[in-house]
């Protein structure tokens, strides 16, 4: 790929429609890999997903405009999966099997379109919707907070001059650089993107990607963003992610069949998936309640990806289960990718390093770091913390719990009843800083 002047497109194209999501493919794979399961299995299941800014300090309703938001959504949803991209869907390996992707499945997305959505501005926050066919609705989370999150950082550099966003970039890019460099001391990292979400931008991301790329070889082994593992030959990496176990539980009648709810939604993953693609993500009620009455046979699987508990109590935890059912975690892998940056990727991995098969995700903190970067000391560029979750399944509320309680989504009585069934134990409380 040709390394774009990103300064210069940005000046240039600030001042009118610049689509942001211009491909269905500009998703993370694990998004994919769920669709295609819940297809399958759950066809006829209504799900909402609802936006969620945690950074409340930040009043997206006062920096974005609403009719450039309008215009961003509904672009999306005239998109369309592309022949030439079906047909890296369907001929493409992906962690080494052939055909990840049914005949049927991409038959179907050949006509997929993002449903309609629906917008309001409350107190300085967009409430932002999206209700209908599951099948369609877990497609909006990626590009809805794509287009939210680059059209915050277009509104902080409305206003800057072509030599004020040249440094900007210019101190950005100085600032990764100097990342890669410390990770080249890691001689055995395994590290790859997960940055779409909450990037700057999609230029800047491809840019990212491509910098890892040459400044980490072999190390790095990947992005989450599907379009840019397709344009720049790489490996599209993800599994899994909390909306299984979360549209699982909300669905369960009664408080048994909701502590079930996590180990059904393993059984039904592990009846289309295999290999390395058999990673756990233990933590949507709590890693202990997980583990505490996981099945023996989830031990088998090849790994875990602690995802909101600190990461060096959250891995050591998962070793010590390892160990009680008889499983070496030299054979295991754990995958980190919860806030992670430069410091606590070197922490985490001198800490684990031999002892475990180690894997980071290396997500907000590498495509949208821009702190201390801007010429004129803004703090619009600074990260925030928004998501898009499930928020309800055929009518009835969606909860994550997190082992993180700021992290929480969901009813408050709702929370009350899942902390009641799963437990608050080893749950701490800490700042949501991305």
């Known amino acids: 790929m040709a390394v774009t002047d990103i300064a210069t497109r940005t000046y240039n194209h600030n001042f009118r429609l610049d689509p942001i999501v211009r491909s269905l493919l500009d ?37 974005i405009d609403e009719g450039e938001l309008r215009a ?67 497609m909006w989370e990626i590009p809805a907070l794509a287009i939210i999150n680059e059209l915050r950082s277009r509104a902080a550099m409305r206003d800057k001059g072509k030599f004020a966003l040249d440094v900007l970039y210019a101190r950005a890019k100085a600032k990764l650089w100097e990342k890669v460099e410390r990770l080249r001391d890691l001689p055995d990292l395994v590290l790859s993107d997960f940055g779409t979400r909450r990037r700057h931008g999609f230029l800047w991301q491809r840019w990212c990607v491509e910098a890892l790329k040459e400044g980490l070889g072999r190390r790095f082994i990947g992005t989450s963003n599907v379009l840019l593992a397709m344009d720049a030959d790489l490996e599209a990496i993800g599994t899994n992610a909390h909306e299984l176990p979360m549209v699982a539980a909300a669905l369960a009648e009664g408080d048994g069949a909701l502590a079930r709810a996590p180990y059904q939604v393993l059984e039904e993953w592990r009846q289309h998936y295999n290999g390395n693609l058999l990673i756990v993500l233990p933590d949507a009620f709590g890693t202990t309640a997980f583990l505490k009455d996981a099945p023996d046979w989830v031990a088998d699987w090849t790994g875990f990806r602690p995802d909101s508990a600190p990461p060096i109590e959250g891995g050591e935890q998962i070793i010590r289960w390892w160990r009680e059912r008889g499983r070496d975690p030299k054979d295991k892998l754990l995958i980190f990718s919860d806030g992670m940056d430069i410091d606590t990727i070197e922490e985490t991995y001198r800490h684990f390093h031999g002892r475990v098969r180690l894997s980071f995700g290396w997500g907000t903190n590498l495509t949208n770091d821009f702190r201390g970067c801007d010429p004129d000391g803004s703090a619009g560029l600074e990260p925030i913390s928004l998501v898009c979750k499930v928020t309800s399944a055929n009518g009835r509320p969606a909860v994550k719990l997190s082992d993180n309680p700021a992290k929480a989504t969901g009813d408050p009585a709702e929370i009350a009843r899942y902390l009641r069934v799963f437990g608050a134990e080893d749950h701490m409380a800490s700042p949501v800083l991305v």
């Open 27 to 63: 998703t993370d794979f694990y998004k994919l890999l769920m669709l295609q399961m819940i297809r399958h299995i759950h066809p006829d299941v209504q799900a909402t997903f609802s936006l969620i800014n945690r950074t409340k300090s930040v009043r997206l309703a006062d920096i």
């Open 72 to 138: 961003q959504l509904d672009h999306a949803r005239t998109v369309r999966f592309s022949k030439k991209e079906l047909i890296w869907l369907a001929g493409n390996s992906f962690y080494g099997r052939q055909q990840m992707f049914s005949p049927d499945f991409i038959a179907w997305l050949a006509d997929f379109r993002l449903p309609d959505y629906e917008l309001r501005r409350v107190d300085g926050q967009y409430e932002l919707r999206f209700e209908g066919p599951w099948t369609h609705t877990t």
